[in-house]
């Protein structure tokens, strides 16, 4: 069957290329998703150790309708019972694109009858649900998906401490992607938040999944099979360097060695209160300074932040020789700020609805 891997828009190259990294066949990329063909142990594998995936969606059925009762027909005629346990509470969503089908309401609700009739309860509103059904009916071909994974796969698990204006570890990791890390090197987040960038790091540099730390919707599929998935569990390996974070608040610092600890990574990864103005490299052998600063649209006015970037691009020209550097920010002006010698700028991507981008330089 088709898998489809949602991402931010922009960042589906990079999810592509992960895949293939990591054995798995892709068929097509759009923007905003990869599509893998596997059989349910890929679906499982997929969700536990695609970093830059946000969901993953089996596409368990695909046909043509041009009307509203053959969409109804269709949909009492699938098993379900196949894919899924009987009276279980299902939620359906629903979007019409370019078809003769193209009222989404409607056809949410042919699909929630068919589903009752087969005996299983349909929820009402945004309480938490057994399963997601997307139907999706693009130029009258309708494809019903099931989101495998429940949760965002950005929840890894692990961060009960969040920091103001958070980036989603899906899209870190793939950033770390661009940046070329691989975890065969020191990694630097001089303003770490609550320790996205350097936990994520870390996890890469031991080679631990993704989803190692919580359950997925799938364990509760009629043919899911605990020996293979646990088979498919990567152990634990060592890493060359260690991980380091900073900011000049406290309160972030400590989360970020709470999420550390909780994510199993505390050995490698190092975190202290400091300063823009104050940092310096924190080991000797080189690696990649990472970081994603406040941006005008993210934590209000942008005029101030220019002397931040600056003071920030002056500090790593003379303390970072040797480092590479990345800065995600939504503005050009602020990134030239910093004089940084930057190399083309990478895909615009999708961050919470403002546009970001990587800029990033050679080593210095």
């Not at 005629?77 to 089908?101: M, N, Q, R, Y």
């Not at 989360?255 to 000797?284: H, L, W, Y």
Request: with cysteine.
């Amino acid at each position: 069957m088709d898998i489809f891997l949602i991402t931010a828009p922009g960042l589906q190259d990079l999810l592509a290329t992960e895949a293939r990294e990591k054995g798995f066949k892709v068929t097509s990329v759009i923007a905003g998703g990869v599509t893998l063909r596997g059989e349910w142990p890929e679906v499982w594998r997929a969700n536990l150790q695609l970093r830059g995936a946000n969901r993953v969606l089996a596409r368990i059925t695909e046909f043509r309708a041009l009307y509203l009762s053959q969409l109804e027909l269709n949909a009492k005629e699938f098993d379900w019972a196949e894919i899924l346990p009987h009276g279980s509470e299902i939620k359906v969503e629903a979007t019409c694109h370019k078809s003769k089908i193209y009222h989404a309401g409607a056809a949410k609700e042919r699909v929630e009858t068919a589903l009752s009739l087969s005996g299983y309860i349909i929820a009402s509103g945004e309480i938490e649900v057994d399963y997601n059904i997307r139907v999706r009916i693009d130029r009258d071909i309708v494809t019903f998906s099931l989101d495998t994974s429940g949760e965002a796969l950005h929840k890894r698990g692990y961060k009960e401490a969040v920091n103001k204006a958070p980036m989603r570890e899906t899209m870190a990791s793939l950033f770390l992607r661009e940046a070329g890390f691989t975890g065969k090197e020191p990694l630097y987040d001089p303003m770490c938040g609550s320790g996205t960038f350097p936990i994520e790091a870390a996890e890469i540099a031991l080679r631990l999944d993704c989803g190692r730390a919580r359950p997925f919707t799938f364990q509760s599929l009629p043919h899911f099979d605990p020996d293979t998935y646990e088979a498919m569990r990567s152990p634990l390996r060592d890493a060359a360097f260690n991980v380091y974070g900073s900011d000049r608040d406290a309160g972030a610092i400590a989360m970020s060695q709470a999420n550390a600890e909780r994510a199993g990574v505390s050995d490698i990864s190092e975190f202290s209160v400091k300063p823009i103005s104050e940092i310096t490299t924190p080991c000797e052998d080189k690696g990649l300074v990472i970081a994603n600063p406040p941006y005008g649209g993210r934590i209000g006015n942008k005029k101030p932040l220019f002397g931040l970037y600056a003071s920030f691009g002056e500090r790593l020209l003379a303390e970072f020789k040797g480092w590479r550097v990345g800065i995600i920010t939504t503005e050009p002006s602020l990134a030239k700020a910093t004089k940084l010698p930057f190399k083309p700028v990478g895909p615009v991507v999708d961050h919470g609805g403002m546009k970001v981008r990587l800029y990033q330089t050679a080593p210095l």
